[in-house]
């Protein structure tokens, strides 16, 4: 992996979460942990859960400056008041040294690079979990707290998992693990029953208006359809406006309003374009925004309106001719199911871009009311 190459904790062209300061929503979970360590209960392990892109790396960040930065209280009568709030001042030496990478009490885990094939591994290995030993025991000598920020835990394999399980059933002294999780269901019980769970909920549309303006990234596009298209997730509407989602699903929405009958050279433009070298991204991009466009019709045709904020020019109108019924709205959610299993499949076992991304479009003709 090149040097400028986003981590993987980083949407490629964003920020990275840790060099936002102020995290915007989330004043439940915030308030919890403040509590939690205002009242001396700061537990050893926090599992910060929700959708992708709402804020949980953010936190886990701010977390641990917080936790590096603010003195344990001692009760005595020059103690310094208890904390208000979590942020910490750009300039704090702490936030300096983290901001910089050289914050040696802080250790955040993410997949790592394979040293024989050079290339990022997709899983989070056992040896990524057991270099922490490591990390605990060499800098444990000046008594200091120790913050581990793994990001994100869904993505461990069975023996890291395993591994990180054993740290957690022992816990290192003054040691503070930060695992971010998306799919919590998905790990194991025993590493979600050892860990004090935090959840995160997509944002507002003020909220997200706030977040995408704070985001350092030039959003193009409407913020109002990136918000609704990324289902109140900061990080979704990035990727979707950083990546040409809006235009991508403009062009969706355009070729359903041909249906029944398909606009053949426009599918064709779109299959060539999504099977273009390099681009898997965009590929996954574009099934991600056919499975949200058949969710809408298929909600559309259940309640017999269109969703309160159109994403596209002319969508409410499409939806609605397309699922006029609570009946078409079954087919269009069989259809989406049935849609995105067979992408998952063509794209675990390569099949041709081109092809599945034609196939996909005709499956949904077929599917249209005539």
Known sequence: MSDDAPSPDQIDGAPHPRDTAHLIGQEAAQSAFLNAFNAGKVHHAWLLTGPRGVGKATLAWQLARFLLATP??????????????????PDHPVARRIASGGEGSLKAVTRSVNPDTKRLRKKIVVDDIRALNGFFQMSAADGGRRVVIIDDADEMNVNAANALL????EPPARATLLLISHQPSGLLPTIRSRCRTMRFSPLSPNQMSTALANSQVSVEGNPQALAELSGGSVGGALRLSLMGGLTAYSELIGLMASLPRLDRARALK?????????GEAKLELLFRLIDLMLARLARTGATGAPPPIEAAPNEAETLLRLAPSPHQGRIWADVAQE??????HGLAVN???????????FKMSENAPR
């Open 72 to 89: 344990d209280s001692d009760g005595g009568m020059f103690d310094t008041p208890a904390p208000t709030t979590l942020d910490i001042a």
């Open 166 to 169: 054993k740290m957690l059933e």
């Open 270 to 278: 779109l299959a060539e374009a999504a099977a273009q070298r390099g």
């Open 339 to 344: 849609v995105s299993a067979r992408a998952q």
């Open 351 to 361: 099949l041709d871009p081109a092809a599945l991304v034609l196939d996909t479009l």
